[in-house]
Structure formats: C-alpha cells, structure tokens
C-alpha cells in the first residue's frame, strides 16, 4: 500500500511538472466503484477544450470573439461577446399590491427559466432604490435575441420595467470572485 501511494505521488509530480497548452476546464466526474468489501473514488480527467476549440465551437454558433495575448501570462484569452441589460423604473407603475406580487413572482420565473436555457449568466437587483432597477447578462451571439428575450419580461410587458442592452465583452470562462 505505501509503495502504491508513492508511484501515485511519483505519477503527480511528474504530470504536474509538464507543460502544455492552456485548456479550459470543462466538466469533471467522481465515480465511486465498489471493490471487495470497500469503495474506492475513481476520478476521471477533466473534459479539456483548448482556446481555439472553444473559440470555433462559439463562431460557429454566431457569437463575436476575438483572443489577446497576455503578456503577464503568457496566455492567450478568449473574450466573447455578451450583452448586458439594465432593467429601469418603467412608465407604468400603477399596479396594485396585489398585482405587483403576481408580476415579480412571474419576474423572477422569466429569469429562472431565462438562466436553465443557457440565455442568461447572472441577474440581480441594484441594492439601492434609483432608477435602475437591476441587471441581466444575456449570453447570447445577437443583440436581437437578448432584446427579445428581455422584453418577454412579465415585468417589461406590463411597463413596470424597461430594457436598455449594450453589448459587454468578458473573458470567456472566468468566475465571478
């Protein structure tokens, strides 16, 4: 058993010294085998796709990209077009109580749905009461589609918000901190 775990050690330090090319992680899966009386935890590798895999796959699907080189890194990073939208305080503010509940219930269901289908990154209320109420980042290759898709907003469609979408570019891949 010790000798396995150091030809394991072994094994790690010599894949960890090799270099290669930047890839971008894509998914990775645990799997729990049973042997003998005991379960082990097989770890596959990650799905990696490079720079320009990534890039293709997104052209192909209509979305504007380019790359720049980094010279801290020594990276190339992938930047994809998004298009960012900021809900404002729209004309029609009138609902009743009631009314408004049934529309921000039908509000936060269009951005849940909107967010499942892939169409939206991230949403969210401002933290203050101004005119802009809050945003959505629409991952999508047309402004056309995200102001389509914003403006079937209960809340929209009812003119207690309104859409104002510029496109935002962002690299592809990189978490929120």
């Not at 401002?126 to 389509?148: C, E, H, Q, W």
Request: charged share 30%; glycine share 6%.
């Amino acid at each position: 058993m010790k000798r396995e775990l150091i030809y394991v050690f072994i094994g790690l330090l010599i894949s960890a010294c090799k270099t290669e090319p930047k890839t971008t992680e894509i998914t990775t899966d645990t799997i729990v085998e049973a042997k003998g009386d005991s379960m082990i935890e097989v770890n596959e590798e990650p799905i990696q796709k490079s720079t320009k895999e990534i890039k293709a796959e997104l052209t192909a699907k209509g979305f504007k990209t380019f790359n720049y080189f980094d010279e801290k890194t020594q990276d190339t990073i992938l930047m994809q077009q998004y298009f960012i939208a900021f809900l404002k305080r729209g004309p029609i503010r009138g609902q009743n109580e009631e009314e408004t509940a049934e529309l921000q219930k039908e509000h936060l269901a269009h951005l849940a749905k909107m967010y499942e289908l892939g169409y939206a990154d991230i949403s969210g209320p401002f933290g203050d009461d101004g005119d802009i109420r809050g945003i959505t980042i629409y991952n999508v290759p047309s402004l056309k589609m995200a102001d389509s898709l914003a403006n079937a907003d209960p809340m929209v469609k009812a003119g207690r918000l309104e859409i104002e979408i510029h496109p935002w570019w962002a690299t592809k891949g990189f978490p929120l901190r």
